[in-house]
């Protein structure tokens, strides 16, 4: 991994914990030896739908009151390194923070939410441009009211506007039917994410996480005592891996499912995503079966497998 987005989930006590402790420590940096590339921070709640909270514990969430964009201020402080905001948009005012969010250059995503198809259609009409993690924390499809999946093929989606979305390929989350629908119905707005929690690489038993304790089993991460899923465990080779076996899509497809696609939904596919001229030169090198040997980043290589030879 060469770059990548924080993610702060709604895990911190109050508001006070994002504005003094949480965000104030990230900052937008380079990568390089002392490794990845920051790009900005993700703000997956508080704003989001109590039925579809997923592992965010319940007492931190929020609702936006009479300030709407004066609220989500309040609560985060500093917009300055945000990139992505995930919120509900059945919530009331959740329009005037997308808008405002917008004007802002932040991208804004649907997720953690139980809106039907008018009401995402209707917050992607106010800017809103990608899905949090697709089929996950969201209404299931229904024929009659498809709720946010029903993004991927409407006919309502602003002209010149495209729709991303995010997909847990881990082989635990989504399942690979699910996978394959997603990406025929869909296919340029597929972005492959890992949903990965600071759970990663640490060894099976229970974990602390922030005020949250999670429990690493077999693969997957519940929330400790239970067998809801808090987020995944898997690195991005493992998601692209699987996402090819689901799909048989070629290799050039998944590689820009990881990488072009998320440049693309962040306006930075100039810098970004691909190796075009004038472009940083930030790519992995991988082997036959798609794992990870090396890692470059504005051309100097930073990380190399002992054993492997170029």
């Not at 991994?1 to 420590?25: C, D, E, F, G």
């Not at 991208?107 to 899905?131: D, K, P, R, Y």
């Not at 940083?280 to 290589?301: K, P, S």
Request: charged share 20%.
């Amino acid at each position: 991994m060469s770059n990548w987005i924080v993610k702060a989930a709604s895990w911190h006590r109050a508001s006070l914990m994002y504005k003094s402790t949480v965000l104030p420590q990230i900052r937008v940096q380079n990568g390089g030896p002392h490794g990845a590339g920051v790009l900005g921070i993700h703000l997956e709640g508080p704003f989001i739908s109590k039925e579809k909270k997923g592992a965010h514990p319940e007492n931190y969430l929020r609702t936006f009151e009479s300030g709407a964009f004066q609220d989500l201020l309040a609560m985060y402080g500093s917009l300055d390194c945000v990139r992505i905001v995930t919120l509900a948009p059945e919530m009331k005012r959740s329009s005037e923070v997308i808008r405002e969010l917008t004007k802002r250059g932040i991208c804004v995503s649907l997720g953690h939410s139980v809106a039907n198809l008018s009401q995402a259609e209707e917050a992607v009409g106010q800017g809103a441009t990608f899905i949090t993690h697709l089929f996950n924390a969201m209404l299931p499809f229904h024929h009659r009211d498809p709720g946010i999946v029903g993004l991927l093929t409407s006919d309502k989606i602003p002209p010149g506007q495209q729709v991303f979305y995010g997909m847990i390929s881990d082989g635990i989350h989504t399942n690979p039917a699910a996978l394959r629908i997603a990406h025929r119905a869909h296919p340029q707005g597929l972005i492959l994410v890992t949903d990965a929690i600071p759970a990663m690489g640490l060894p099976p038993g229970r974990h602390t996480l922030g005020q949250l304790v999670v429990e690493v089993e077999g693969g997957n991460t519940y929330i400790a005592g239970t067998k809801t899923l808090s987020g995944s465990i898997s690195t991005m080779d493992t998601c692209i891996r699987h996402f090819m076996d689901a799909t048989a899509c070629s290799l050039e497809i998944a590689l820009e499912a990881a990488s072009l696609h998320p440049a693309q939904l962040l306006n930075i596919e100039d810098q970004k995503g691909t190796l075009d001229y004038d472009t940083d030169a930030d790519f992995v090198l991988l082997d036959e079966r798609l794992h990870v040997r090396a890692t470059y980043i504005a051309g100097e290589e930073v990380w190399r497998q002992s054993n492997f030879i170029i």
